[in-house]
């Protein structure tokens, strides 16, 4: 058998490999296949140059190995994909070279298109600046974010808004002012320099956990802060407010992020007000009513749940930029990496209350054989029965809303229960929870078949099939680092990366999630033993 040769670049057939200048963007039948600011530029001999670009912000999901090989002496043996969605056109449209020859090792982990066979590729804006429509589209998002954190406050009384319920929690008065602190902090300090602090004392007073940043008050007595009261936070955000709306006049690429951060943040402090202030009225005997509720409409019998077939293979799991305008992830979304997932299926819907309580009724939460041992003596302690908020009525049951007590519907999802709790009932169904990246990769497929949320809810609807729900959903994954994964420079590093233990992931969305604030990667979590939130779970099994 005759070996293969070798050549080595030189002066007759030069090679050299070095950043691509821009950001790189490959389309096809309108779905976007590679999106990186990273790719490298090769240019051999006389050939055209050609850009190769990391796997990792490649959807893999999109493509398909085919049997075709190659080879070139002076860089190894090349393998070729298939973009199935592209049609005939797009066979063989992308190769790689898996294990290419030292004189080019950097093109390893790297993919290369056929202009040719693709829909769109081309270079774009890398990002570094905000031109006039971005920074236009960013004002009237802030606008719009930090209205509804107001709107989400006015019902509540100074009173309402200066309790805390147990030390997770925090008042909403706090989620206020904190949401502020972040863009005083952030993002007016070091970037203008006309900025002057609206109460010096507040850096330390709304700091939530920043180390680097400096001191701050205790979390578990965050509701002793009777003072600054409702109007003088009202006066700080309107400071930062118009502080922020001059510097967003002419912001940099690098501003703009770290304002898109912001209004991530202060989204989910907006949830975080409303599973609070519910945990909090929960505890009065007046059960309050925080929102009225609307018509609902008539209970139904559930059909059982369907399931969505996954095969066995490799999956592309996390965000990978996009082309949308203000294209947003947190750190811990990142970066994209390939799954080995086995096969499997992911139920089409939650598990309801009517299916809860046939657990509940089965002795669910008196068989220890259902439950992991730490779950079994946290619920023992803690003398669960029921999922959370629900009360006992003769022999019914009733549940605390944020439109006051009401009965029980078997047709919603369960919900306010945590990990331990869906582990159990999975293991009384004979069945277990979904991994998170199965429940990423059954949402990918599902995308765009859902109703669209409505804005406003505080109760979750009744369940339809599909991956828009009202409740988080439990999975069976730690929270833990993605491979590569980097915390953000400087403080906001420590918004994700150090709470990575001793926490379980919930993926999707809630009812009170709010509008623009969700997305296929995005991963929730909390402790096991979590139940303030509106947590549920949908079921999966091994195929």
Not at 220 to 244: C, F, K, N, Q, W
Not at 315 to 327: E, F
Not at 434 to 448: D, K, M, N, S, Y
Not at 499 to 507: A, D, G, P, Y
Request: aromatic residues 12%; glycine residues 8%; negative net charge.
């Amino acid at each position: 058998m005759t070996a293969l040769p070798i050549k080595q670049p030189g002066p007759d057939h030069p090679i050299t490999i070095e950043p691509h200048p821009s950001r790189l963007v490959v389309i096809v039948a309108g779905r976007i296949v590679a999106d990186t600011r990273q790719a490298l530029m090769l240019r051999e001999a006389d050939y055209p140059a050609v850009p190769y670009i990391p796997r990792k912000d490649v959807d893999m999901s999109l493509l398909e190995r085919t049997d075709h090989r190659t080879y070139c002496p002076y860089k190894g043996e090349c393998a070729y994909f298939s973009i199935p969605i592209g049609g005939d056109r797009s066979a063989n449209a992308v190769w790689t070279y898996e294990t290419p020859y030292a004189a080019v090792g950097a093109i390893r982990d790297h993919l290369a298109f056929y202009p040719d066979r693709v829909d769109v590729l081309e270079e774009r804006p890398d990002g570094r600046t905000a031109d006039g429509p971005r920074r236009e589209g960013l004002r009237t998002l802030y606008r719009r974010v930090r209205g509804r954190t107001e709107a989400l406050a006015a019902p509540l009384s100074a009173e309402d808004q200066t309790i805390q319920s147990m030390p997770e929690a925090s008042p909403a008065k706090w989620h206020r002012a904190h949401t502020t602190w972040f863009f005083e902090t952030f993002l007016l300090a070091p970037h203008a320099p006309d900025y002057r602090p609206f109460d010096p004392a507040f850096r330390m007073l709304f700091n939530s956990y920043y180390e680097t940043v400096g001191p701050y008050h205790p979390r578990p007595s965050r509701g002793l802060i009777s003072r600054p009261g409702i109007e003088t936070v009202a006066a700080y955000r309107a400071h930062v407010d118009a502080a922020m709306e001059r510097l967003l006049e002419h912001c940099s690429g690098e501003v703009a992020a770290l304002v898109l951060t912001g209004l991530h943040h202060e989204q989910q402090h907006q949830e975080l007000l409303l599973t609070d202030i519910k945990h909090a009225f929960s505890g009065s005997p007046l059960a309050p009513v925080y929102r009225p509720a609307g018509a609902t409409p008539e209970e139904r019998v559930l059909p059982p749940a369907g399931w969505w077939t996954i095969e066995a293979g490799i999956y592309r799991i996390g965000h990978c930029p996009n082309d949308r305008d203000l294209d947003f992830s947190f750190d811990n979304e990142r970066p994209a990496h390939d799954a080995l997932l086995p096969g499997c299926a992911v139920a089409d819907r939650p598990v309801s209350n009517a299916e809860f309580r046939s657990f509940m009724e089965d002795g669910g939460y008196r068989r220890p054989e259902f439950w992991l041992s730490e779950g079994w003596a946290t619920a023992q302690a803690a003398g669960w029965e029921a999922p959370g908020y629900w009360q006992r009525d003769g022999a019914d049951w009733r549940v605390y809303t944020l439109h006051g007590l009401r009965p029980v519907r078997n047709d919603e999802p369960v919900c306010h229960v945590s990990f331990f709790e869906a582990a159990a009932y999975a293991a009384w169904a004979g069945r277990r929870l979904p991994t998170e990246f199965e429940w990423e990769v059954a949402a990918r497929r599902q995308a765009g078949e859902d109703d669209a949320a409505d804005d406003g809810l505080v109760h979750p609807r009744p369940l339809r099939a599909g991956v828009r729900q009202d409740v988080w959903e439990w999975t069976a994954s730690p929270y833990v680092p993605y491979p590569g994964f980097r915390p953000e420079a400087g403080a906001l590093g420590e918004y994700n990366g150090k709470f990575m233990i001793n926490q379980m992931v919930l993926r999707g969305r809630s009812c009170a999630t709010p509008p623009g604030h969700e997305r296929p990667t995005y991963r929730n979590f909390f402790a096991p033993q979590a139940r303030w939130q509106f947590s549920g779970f949908r079921l999966a099994e091994d195929r």
